[in-house]
């Protein structure tokens, strides 16, 4: 069932793909519109567009979820799916 799936999202710089960035202070929380540094590459990611590609890839991969569920309980119900 899907109520036992965990989604776990990381931001990702746009030049290297790491994970990890330079924040000014412990607990920083960027907002819509700061520049994030790559602690990998030095670049800086514009945080609200990183935020959504990340929320997008979520969102698609909770719809692939949701369908694949839905597929198998039609079949389970005896319906013939595609």
């Known amino acids: 069932m899907l109520d036992d799936i965990n989604y ?11 994970s990890y960035f330079e924040l000014p202070y412990e607990g ?3 907002v819509s519109g700061d520049l994030i ?24 991969a909770i719809r692939k979820d949701v369908q694949n569920e839905m597929i198998k309980m039609f ?7 595609k």
């Not at 540094?37 to 979520?58: E, M, P, V, W, Y």
């Not at 079949?75 to 799916?81: D, I, Y």
């Open 8 to 18: 776990k999202i990381h931001l990702k710089c746009v030049f290297c793909k790491t």
């Open 28 to 30: 920083y929380q960027p």
């Open 37 to 60: 540094r790559c602690a990998n590459c030095g670049q800086l990611n514009d945080f609200s567009s990183i935020k959504r590609t990340c929320i997008h890839k979520a969102h698609e």
């Open 75 to 81: 079949k389970k119900a005896g319906f013939k799916v």
